[in-house]
């Protein structure tokens, strides 16, 4: 069993930037794809990145490239979503993931084997 832990939200302005943090515990995260989903009102639960265990291999949906990095540090066990240039657009709540399998199968919910409980991002105009 992983739990995980998100930390880091919070308010922002537009252009602004945040850096949240996904801590683990239960287990080695180095054995684990990792990556953040968002989630805002009234919205489906997207994938906003993603990345393999090794760290080699990451993945950003579209709308955040450019904008976002993802990194984890397998010893800490913890995994980084920077986020800059953020726009209203992003508000949502964050949630962090984890699967046992490939770093690609974080691109949808059904994907996930373990859930953080979520951190809010609010970015203002």
């Known amino acids: 069993q992983v739990q995980l832990v998100e930390s880091g939200g919070g308010l922002v302005q537009a252009g602004g930037s945040l850096r949240l943090s996904c801590a683990a515990s239960?287990?080695?995260?180095?054995?684990?794809?990792m990556g953040w989903f968002r989630q805002a009102p009234g919205k489906e639960r997207e994938s906003v990145a993603a990345i393999s265990w090794s760290g080699r291999s990451t993945y950003f949906t579209d709308s955040v490239k450019g904008r976002f990095t993802i990194s984890r540090d397998n010893g800490m066990n913890i995994v980084f979503l920077q986020m800059s240039s953020l726009q209203p657009e992003d508000t949502a709540i964050y949630y962090c993931?984890?699967?046992?399998?490939?770093?690609?199968?974080?691109?949808?919910?059904?994907?996930?084997?373990?859930w953080g409980q979520g951190t809010q991002v609010t970015v203002s105009s």
């Open positions: 993931a984890a699967t046992g399998r490939y770093y690609s199968d974080l691109r949808t919910p059904g994907g996930v084997d373990y």
């Open positions: 239960g287990r080695t995260l180095s054995g684990y794809a």
